[in-house]
Antibody, heavy 121, light 110 residues
Framework: QVQLVESGGGLVKPGGSLRLSCAGS????????MTWVRQAPGKGLECVSY????????YYADSVKGRFTISRDNTQNLLYLQMTNLRAGDTAVYYC??????????????WGQGTLVTASS | QSVLTQPPSVSGAPGQRVTISCTGS????????VHWYQHFPGTAPKFLIY???NRPSGVPDRFSGSKSGTSASLAITGLQAEDEADYYC???????????FGGGTKLTVL
C-alpha cells in the first residue's frame, strides 16, 4: 500500500535551516508529482511547494519563495524540502502529499503523518 | 486570507443535513476540479471528495460534492457525532500556479 513517511522536523532558531525528507513506498514514485503542505498552529492548510515527477517543474507559495527549495531523488524514492532563513511564521506541521493520479490536481489522496517544525528562539 | 472562501463554522444536530460552501474565481474553481478533505487535529487530512463529486473507496455516501461556476459545496447528510472535524476544499489556481486550499470550516455536531 502507498506510504509516505516524513522526517527531519525539529526546533530551530529564527534564521536557521532545516531539511525535511519524505520517503515514498508502495507506488511508482517517479510517476507522481509530489507536494509539501503545511498547517500552522490554529491555521488552515497551505500548499508550500510542488515538484513534477521528473523534477523539471517546480513551484512555490509566495510565502516561502526564495527561502525554501524542493527536490526529489527518484532513485531513492525520496522527496526533500530544504528550508533556510526560517521565520516564526514557518512554525507548522509539514506534510508530504501525493496526487490520486499522475499529473497535478487530481486530489491529494495520500498523506504522510506530518513532521513538526518549530522556529523559535 | 485564503484564495478560496469557506464559512469558518457550521453546525447541525445528529441526523440533519449540512452544507459547506467554497467560493473562488475563474482562475481556480471556475477552471479546475475541486477536492474536499476531512481533518481531525493531530492527524493527516483524509481524502473525502475528488473531481467535484466523486467519493474515494470507503467514504460513506452521506458525503457528496457539487460544483457550479466558481463555487463548490460539500453536503453531509445523516450527521453523526464522528463527523465533527475541520473540512477543507482545494483546487489549482492558474494565476498562482500552485494548489490552494480554502480557509477551512469547523463542523460542530450539536
Amino acid at each position: 500500500q502507498v506510504q509516505l513517511v516524513e522526517s527531519g522536523g525539529g526546533l530551530v532558531k529564527p534564521g536557521g535551516s532545516l531539511r525535511l525528507s519524505c520517503a515514498g513506498s508502495g507506488f511508482n514514485f517517479s510517476a507522481y508529482y509530489m507536494t509539501w503542505v503545511r498547517q500552522a498552529p490554529g491555521k488552515g492548510l497551505e500548499c508550500v511547494s510542488y515538484i513534477s515527477n521528473s523534477g523539471n517543474t517546480i513551484y512555490y507559495a509566495d510565502s516561502v519563495k526564495g527561502r525554501f527549495t524542493i527536490s526529489r531523488d527518484n532513485t531513492q524514492n525520496l522527496l526533500y524540502l530544504q528550508m533556510t532563513n526560517l521565520r516564526a511564521g514557518d512554525t507548522a506541521v509539514y506534510y508530504c502529499a501525493r496526487d490520486r493520479r499522475p499529473g497535478k490536481n487530481s486530489g491529494f489522496a495520500f498523506w504522510g503523518q506530518g513532521t513538526l517544525v518549530t522556529a523559535s528562539s | 486570507q485564503s484564495v478560496l472562501t469557506q464559512p469558518p463554522s457550521v453546525s447541525g444536530a445528529p441526523g440533519q443535513r449540512v452544507t459547506i460552501s467554497c467560493t473562488g474565481s475563474g482562475s481556480n474553481i471556475g477552471t479546475y476540479d475541486v477536492h474536499w478533505y476531512q481533518h481531525f487535529p493531530g492527524t493527516a487530512p483524509k481524502f473525502l471528495i475528488y473531481g467535484n463529486n466523486n467519493r474515494p473507496s470507503g467514504v460513506p455516501d452521506r458525503f457528496s460534492g457539487s460544483k457550479s461556476g466558481t463555487s463548490a459545496s460539500l453536503a453531509i447528510t445523516g450527521l453523526q457525532a464522528e463527523d465533527e472535524a475541520d473540512y477543507y476544499c482545494q483546487t489549482y489556481d492558474r494565476g498562482l500556479s500552485i494548489s490552494v486550499f480554502g480557509g477551512g470550516t469547523k463542523l460542530t455536531v450539536l
